[in-house]
């Protein structure tokens, strides 16, 4: 476990954590006006290997080579010039802050960063952190990587393997796609609906990104189900009718070994590395298309809901016996941002084809596929 420290002063920041993937959803703006909850669970930590955070330059003012270099193969409206390595926390964890009060940008119904860090240090005032807790944003406190020092926390291996895939299926739980959402409040009092969850549109739409890029402009399909509800709509949208068609399959630990013939493999990242499962054999030349750990192990194994609520004693195998969450009202719809955001950084979408998807995703928001 480790302790982030000011680099001014030395003072502790942060209670003792471990590292845990970035959560795919941490930059999403979901929605208008709502309050989404903390980013990430207690006691952990994620790092945003890119940079992010203020300033901004526009696409027009950056060179082609500069974007390639970075990583970026078709253009965004802006790329952050701060410092790549931000570590993001939950709020409950900071220790030793004070917040900046010429810096509190935002206030539509809280702090979005936008004028940069919003929280020093206490012992020496040095700007750490920002807080981020405005409406349609996910709360979290992003530390600043050139004002911190990563250190191992006292009476801790700060070197401890990461989980293996077995012991991480046997710790983990799934993500579920259905999910309460609520408003900040109206004339009327707050309000709040069942959603499809803000997670798995993230999600969705990044693993949208890398199925389109997999597929060659070759219709793609996805396993019945659950990942069809999510992801054939826009596939049949975005992709052209007709054969030869492409097959998508869930693999991963505890999965059969996909089938040699199969040209696409839904997979999960690993939930503390993020690095996506890899299966052996014939199967290796197979695109992966990365899913977050929890989303992945839902489709895999999803929980079961009894049709009835059971009386008695609960039968073994049985997890609960409440009704199921109820069904949001519309069909589901990835995220947009996420979608591009992962579609920009794969070299295939300098091909033609996919990147005219890329630069009508405005006309496919309308369509209601994002």
């Known amino acids: 476990m480790f302790v982030f420290v000011c680099a001014g002063c030395g003072a502790e920041l942060t209670a003792p954590l471990s590292q845990v993937a970035l959560p795919v959803h941490a930059h999403q703006k979901y929605g208008n006006g709502i309050q989404l909850p903390v980013l990430m669970e207690q006691g952990t930590f994620a790092v945003e290997p890119e940079p992010w955070g203020p300033p901004w330059r526009k696409w027009e003012e950056i060179q082609p080579d500069e974007a390639a270099a970075r990583g970026i193969h078709a253009p965004v409206y802006s790329l952050s010039d701060g410092a790549p390595g931000a570590v993001v926390i939950a709020p409950g964890d900071a220790r030793g802050t004070v917040l900046i009060p010429e810096k509190a940008g935002g206030y539509c119904c809280g702090l979005d960063g936008a004028d940069g860090p919003n929280m020093a240090c206490e012992a020496c005032g040095l700007p750490v952190a920002s807080r981020i807790d405005d409406c349609s944003l996910w709360q979290a406190v992003w530390l600043a990587p050139d004002a911190v020092h990563r250190l191992p926390a006292d009476g801790t291996d700060a070197e401890v393997a990461p989980l293996s895939w077995a012991e991480a299926m046997a710790e983990g739980m799934g993500t579920p796609p259905f999910e309460p959402v609520t408003t900040w409040g109206s004339v009327r009092g707050s309000a709040h609906w069942w959603s499809w969850s803000p997670r798995w549109e993230a999600a969705v739409g990044r693993a949208l990104a890398h199925l389109l890029a997999a597929s060659q402009g070759r219709p793609v399909t996805v396993p019945d189900g659950l990942a069809q509800e999510v992801l054939q709509r826009a596939l049949d949208v975005l992709l052209p009718a007709g054969p030869p068609v492409r097959r998508a399959v869930l693999a991963g630990p505890g999965q059969p070994a996909p089938d040699a013939d199969v040209e696409i493999l839904l997979v999960p990242g690993h939930p503390q590395t993020g690095n996506v499962w890899a299966p052996e054999g014939s199967a290796t030349s197979a695109y992966l298309v990365p899913l977050p750990f929890g989303v992945w192990l839902w489709l895999a194994f999803p929980e079961p809901h009894l049709p009835l609520p059971a009386s008695g004693a609960m039968p073994d195998g049985v997890l609960r016996d409440d ?42 928001t309308r369509a209601r596929i994002f």
């Open 323 to 364: 009704p199921p969450a109820p069904r949001p009202a519309h069909l589901f719809r990835a995220d947009p941002m996420a979608f591009q955001r992962a579609m920009v950084r794969l070299p295939a979408v300098r091909s033609p084809w996919l990147r005219k998807i890329h630069e009508n995703l405005t006309q496919q």
